[in-house]
């Protein structure tokens, strides 16, 4: 590449990660060697569950059939054997448990031992939350907690330095909360000033300030971060998920609730703790918000509008803009079986074909900074046998790298969902329209709904619609909160509603919707023991999104009907978490 050209690729990416400006038009008319100068030194990384819930044991048995897809690293958890089994630390490293380093030495050895090739990029997966541990979540405010948390810090620095592995990958997502502590969901200023505060054993009869629990997260943030140097050393790369500052503005503004945005958004606080690891990280070190936002995403130009808001706008949270501006770099996010939905026999019915599997790594690659990572829990990219569709998608990442048109359009992508007609809904675009030719006629009550967690989603199985189904020993919850706010953290699956409503007088002739303000994420509408209606699409684009329920034909005029309503979440918070209406023709 000549001088030249190579300074128009660096001008143009100055401009997207400065000022957020949309190049693709500029960066098409660039030659295939330019571009491709673009990708040539950025990473992938698998975060799967063929290795975020393998022992290494295992990798290093892999190891040969892995150097076959070229990708750049994956993500180790370790299992150290406790008591009489070995238990995975992926959400053990902020427990307050001691750690020492001879719990480790058998796994470090072995990772030592491997013959890692291409994989250069290997880190080490640290969740935040001690979700299902069973053991003691960090409480800032006790020092004795934070002492403990920053000499297992430390320990995983070195940990991860002597196994040969690059860093950590931070995983920050709350995943409900731990079951008890005053910080058991760590970021979530909501849950601890409106609840969890009474179990806080330094000062339980009223909660802390925003501010002075904002100075403390920023104070153990530049600590963490010191420990964590102080075990590996200063040139440690720390790649975050869902992501930072981005994560907590965005935690900010999905909230129609007044009482729910700004302080008391639930990873608000994440944006204090990065200030405080920006502070203290040194100059060598690599600090990557890893945009779980572009999980779906495939065209080059909503990448960089990810980036826009990862570099541009969620600065605008931090008390460090300049240091913000030097040190965070944007990573993205890719799940190849979005909503896990997966089938090699049919890839064409996959949320992503092979073909734009290939096209969402080249342009998540030029869109990066370096590192580009994928999630997945069905995708399986070294089995002992190759199925033919598989090979296909391993080929997807063998021409990633290649020279490709950034213009390039995804066209329609599968999401295995049924349509508006089948499924009676009305969502989107035509959800304005009909909403500007209907009225309200009803609030649906907010409390007073019996409710059943369903984690298996066996309740279709036993019978949770029907219209006499006894109740009567199911717990009460309201509509218009999240039912983790509500005795539920853990709870992801199915959940289910019932309430007997009374319909009041309708118009004869007209159209009659149920209009929810948002279901989190899909929802399914059984009247009278009858199913109606759905909205079941893909859940990173429809959980906060208004829709109507056509039942017309299942009500009529003044009558009483057993409402009964099935709500599916794949991950964080769930449920029928805005108001419900009956809506009718005007």
């Not at 040139?235 to 302080?263: C, K, Q, T, Y």
């Not at 980036?307 to 996010?333: A, I, T």
């Not at 580009?372 to 190759?386: A, E, N, R, T």
Request: one cysteine or more; charged letters at 25%.
């Amino acid at each position: 590449m000549s001088k030249l050209k190579y300074m128009l690729v660096l001008t143009l990416f100055f401009a997207v990660s400065v000022f957020g400006y949309d190049v693709s038009e500029n960066l098409d008319k660039l030659t295939d060697d330019d571009v491709q100068g673009t990708v040539a030194d950025k990473k992938m990384i698998l975060a799967t569950t063929e290795f975020y819930m393998t022992p290494v044991s295992k990798i290093a048995k892999m190891i040969n059939r892995m150097q076959q897809v070229p990708f750049d690293g994956i993500t180790v958890n370790f299992f150290p054997k406790q008591g009489n089994k070995h238990t995975g630390m992926e959400h053990r490293w902020w427990a307050i448990v001691p750690l020492t380093y001879e719990m480790f030495k058998p796994e470090i050895e072995i990772l030592k031992s491997i013959k890692w090739g291409r994989y250069t990029e290997n880190l080490v997966w640290v969740g935040t939350t001690t979700v299902r541990s069973g053991h003691s979540p960090l409480n800032w405010f006790k020092e004795d907690d934070v002492k403990v948390w920053l000499k297992n810090t430390e320990l995983l620095g070195r940990v991860a330095k002597d196994a040969g592995l690059r860093g950590i990958f931070l995983d920050t997502e709350q995943y409900g909360g731990a079951d008890y502590g005053a910080w058991r969901a760590p970021f979530d200023y909501y849950e601890y000033s409106t609840c969890d505060y009474k179990a806080d054993v330094t000062q339980p009869n009223k909660p802390r300030s925003f501010a002075e629990c904002a100075k403390r997260f920023r104070e153990c943030g530049r600590r963490w971060v010191k420990a964590l140097v102080k075990g590996y050393g200063d040139d440690i790369v720390i790649l975050v998920i869902p992501g930072m500052h981005s994560e907590a503005r965005w935690s900010i503004i999905r909230f129609d609730n007044p009482a729910m945005r700004g302080h008391n958004s639930d990873y608000r606080l994440q944006a204090a703790f990065f200030d405080g690891v920006i502070e203290g990280l040194p100059k060598r070190a690599t600090l990557i918000d890893g945009c779980e936002r572009c999980y779906p995403l495939m065209e080059y130009r909503d990448f960089t509008f990810q980036r826009d808001m990862v570099l541009r706008q969620s600065v605008k949270l931090s008390s460090v803009p300049n240091l913000y501006h030097k040190r965070v770099r944007f990573g993205v996010g890719i799940w190849p079986d979005v909503n896990m939905v997966w089938n090699l026999d049919k890839p064409n019915r996959n949320h992503k074909t092979p073909l734009q599997m290939e096209h969402t790594l080249y342009n998540a690659m030029v869109a990066s900074d370096k590192y580009v990572w994928l999630w997945s829990s069905k995708v399986f990219f070294f089995p002992k046998k190759i199925p033919p569709n598989l090979e296909k998608y391993r080929d997807a990442v063998r021409n990633a790298r290649k020279p490709h048109d950034l213009q390039w359009k995804q066209g329609k992508s599968f999401t295995g969902y049924d349509s508006a007609e089948v499924a009676h809904y009305v969502d989107g675009d035509d959800l304005d329209v009909l909403l500007a030719h209907t009225r309200e006629v009803m609030k649906l009550p907010l409390a007073g709904w019996k409710f059943k967690p369903d984690p298996k989603s066996k309740g279709v199985e036993l019978g949770y619609f029907k219209k006499d189904f006894d109740d009567s020993n199911w717990k009460e919850i309201r509509i218009g909160q999240f039912w983790e706010r509500q005795g539920y953290p853990n709870l992801d699956g199915s959940g289910w509603y019932r309430k007997k409503i009374k319909f009041p007088k309708l118009p004869a002739g007209k159209k009659v919707y149920m209009y929810f303000g948002a279901v989190d994420e899909s929802a399914w509408l059984y009247i009278d023991g009858k199913l109606v209606a759905w909205h079941d699409k893909l859940p990173t684009e429809t959980w906060n999104k208004p829709f109507a329920l056509d039942i017309t034909d299942a009500v009529k005029s003044g009558g009483t009907y057993q409402i009964t309503i099935r709500v599916n979440d794949v991950s964080r918070l769930g449920g029928i978490w805005k108001p419900v209406k009956i809506i009718v023709e005007k």
